[in-house]
């Protein structure tokens, strides 16, 4: 199982962007899938974004258009640009590496 320690989160004024990133305890070459989610207060976790060992990046409907899902392999790193932060963006963001391993999350607080 590897471990996954998330960085980047803080407090943000609506309109700004952060880069959140996630560096994992070993090599990321075999994870087929490495993912972002986010937890708002007194919600569920929620998926923002996914990406594949090939670089392939998947967003739900919902989250398309300000989040930019990205890994480097050789870094060990996923990172996840987001753009243009709205209040409700406003949560904890979980690295996620499949099949079972998270991040203990990063607070990010946006402020209208």
């Known amino acids: 199982q590897v471990q996954l320690v998330e960085s980047g989160g803080g407090l943000v004024q609506a309109g700004g962007s952060l880069r959140l990133s996630c560096v994992a305890s070993?090599?990321?070459?075999?994870?087929?899938?490495m993912a972002w989610y986010r937890q708002a207060p007194g919600k569920e976790r929620d998926l923002v974004a996914s990406?594949?060992?090939?670089?392939?990046?998947n967003y739900p409907d919902s989250m398309k258009g300000r989040f930019t899902i990205s890994r480097d392999n050789a870094k060990n790193s996923v990172y996840l640009q987001v753009n243009s932060l709205k209040p409700e963006d406003t949560g904890v963001y979980y690295c996620?590496?499949?099949?079972?391993?998270w991040g203990q999350g990063t607070q990010v607080t946006v402020s209208s």
């Open positions: 996620y590496a499949a099949p079972w391993s």
């Open positions: 070993n090599s990321i070459n075999s994870i087929n899938v």
């Open positions: 990406i594949t060992q090939g670089g392939r990046a």
